[in-house]
């Protein structure tokens, strides 16, 4: 069983940054490939990001491709989002999640992840 609590979130202007973390509980948080995805107000929980389980391999959305970097630190149990050059379109609700199955590929279908945090609202003002 892992927990993930996201935080980080906020109001920003377009143009800026924010670094959003997700911190996991539970002794087996290195072994879980981790996610990011997020949604907006009527429409459908989209993926961001992924990290590996050793932080090696990373995959990204390509609306948020060269200005976004998701990054771990398995020692502090906590994933992070390091979000640059914001753009009101990526207003949402950010979710954090773990995936327990490590795919032999990168995993960005929002239903295999096994476990969710509760959300971090970003919003982005023009």
């Known amino acids: 069983q892992v927990q993930l609590v996201e935080s980080g979130g906020g109001l920003v202007q377009a143009g800026g940054s924010l670094r959003l973390s997700c911190a996991a509980s539970?002794?087996?948080?290195?072994?879980?490939?981790m996610g990011w995805f997020r949604q907006a107000p009527g429409k459908e929980r989209e993926f961001v990001a992924f990290i590996s389980w050793s932080g090696g391999s990373t995959y990204y959305a390509d609306s948020v491709k060269g200005r976004f970097t998701i990054s771990r630190d398995n020692a502090k149990n906590t994933v992070y989002l390091q979000m640059i050059n914001l753009k009101p379109e990526d207003t949402a609700v950010y979710y954090c999640?773990?995936?327990?199955?490590?795919?032999?590929?990168?995993?960005?279908?929002?239903?295999?992840?096994?476990?969710w945090g509760q959300g971090t609202q970003v919003t982005v003002s023009s």
């Open positions: 999640a773990a995936d327990r199955a490590n795919w032999p590929r990168p995993n960005t279908i929002w239903v295999e992840y096994d476990y």
């Open positions: 539970g002794r087996t948080f290195s072994s879980y490939a």
